[in-house]
């Protein structure tokens, strides 16, 4: 069966729900995140989260582009993390390439990063809208991200 693809921002949201879901199982025990970067409504990478240890869905997708890319616009389903830890900052490399516009389906809930990702974004003057597919992307998050009561350890 073939889905129609819907050049929404809806619909470029959807498209990085259905690339986080490709993580699946590898990326275990990290999230299934997907990313898509938009350029004149066309999508241009595409990237998820990969195994433990190697990179996740940002620096994926932002690897296949060169360049300062301020004309593009990048749909993530979880906010990006904004911490160096065995990856990089997703963040810090959406800032470094100068990316334009970012949507984040979902906050992370995790209290290490928990709005520190969309706030270095922001810091840099990256135009930030959340909330975009919320719902869709909590279904296919929530059994991966960090819960209250959880130990506080990430990838």
Not at 35 to 44: A, F, H, K, Q, S
Not at 107 to 126: F, M, S, V
Not at 128 to 145: F, I, P
Request: proline content about 9%; overall charge negative; hydrophobic content about 35%.
């Amino acid at each position: 069966m073939t889905t129609r693809f819907d050049p929404t921002l809806e619909g470029f949201m959807r498209e990085a729900l259905r690339e986080g879901r490709r993580a699946l199982p590898a990326c275990r025990p990290n999230p299934p995140v997907g990313c898509v970067l938009v350029r004149e409504g066309v999508i241009v990478a595409r990237g998820h989260t990969q195994p433990p240890y190697q990179p996740h869905a940002e620096p994926m997708a932002l690897a296949t582009l060169e360049g300062d890319l301020g004309d593009v616009t990048a749909f993530v389903t979880l906010e990006p993390c904004a911490f160096h830890q065995r990856t990089p900052s997703c963040a810090e490399e959406m800032v470094r390439r100068k990316v334009g516009t970012v949507y984040v389906a979902m906050i992370d809930p995790h209290p290490r990063n928990r709005g520190r990702g969309i706030d270095k974004l922001r810091a840099a003057g990256l135009v930030v809208h959340t909330g975009l597919c919320e719902e869709e992307a909590h279904a296919d998050l929530d059994a991966y991200v960090w819960q209250e009561g959880e130990p506080d350890a990430l990838d």
